[in-house]
């Protein structure tokens, strides 16, 4: 397969730094504009970390939820050697001594400070990669019908289950449900786009019954 230009610095970047670039996009199903928006949380989630590990300077219990969500989010993104850190360390944690706890804390800082760089380095080249293969296309105006019905049931789910492919599914009826529903849908773009997956599934459950109206 022919690399441009912009896929090929992608590429070089990840492998000198490891990070599984192509495998984390395959997660979203190939589509790049919502591993972009992905990365672009990610930077505030390592910032937040990085707060929260500066202010709970010797207390394990407050990294243990830390650790767990990051285990996941890392992984998802191909942040793999940040992955099996927070894993491995989620493990341990409980049962480290003094000692041992202060050298994690100081490593820990550290870590998410690097990996937190290695995003901030990430987000220009997905960007120019983005503006190069023109991915981020105009989605059409769908009627209200069985397709349309369909997508919005699958984008229910996706929210109901945390899935970030909602970012995708969201974009194919956007412009319909500024339609049907105005007033709701920058709040609930807002919602998806920053992961607040409840807001955005009480938000859609409270549009349904417009749509359910318009199709009679």
Not at 36 to 65: C, E, G, H, R
Not at 129 to 156: C, G, H, R, W
Not at 183 to 199: A, C, G, M, P
Request: hydrophobic share 40%.
């Amino acid at each position: 397969m022919n690399m441009s230009n912009t896929e090929r610095h992608i590429t070089l970047f990840c492998a000198e730094h490891q990070l599984e670039y192509r495998q984390a996009v395959n997660r979203f199903s190939g589509n790049k504009s919502t591993y972009f928006k992905s990365v672009q949380l990610f930077i505030n989630d390592l910032t937040l970390y990085i707060q929260q590990t500066m202010a709970s300077p010797s207390i394990p219990a407050d990294f243990a939820p830390m650790l767990h969500t990051l285990k996941s989010s890392a992984a998802t993104l191909g942040f793999t050697e940040l992955a099996c850190y927070a894993r491995n360390h989620e493990i341990k944690l409980a049962h480290y001594s003094p000692t041992e706890f202060s050298q994690f804390h100081e490593i820990l800082l550290a870590t998410l400070s690097t990996n937190k760089e290695l995003a901030i380095m990430l987000i220009p080249l997905l960007e120019k990669d983005l503006q190069a293969s023109n991915s981020q296309k105009d989605m059409p105006i769908l009627a209200v019908n069985n397709e349309f019905i369909m997508i919005y049931d699958t984008l229910m789910e996706e929210v109901s289950h945390y899935n970030m492919n909602a970012i995708n599914t969201f974009a194919q009826i956007a412009k319909t449900l500024n339609l049907i529903a105005p007033q709701h849908v920058e709040l609930l773009t807002q919602s998806i786009n920053q992961l607040r997956f409840q807001q955005a599934e009480n938000i859609l459950t409270e549009i349904y019954p417009r749509i359910l109206n318009i199709r009679k």
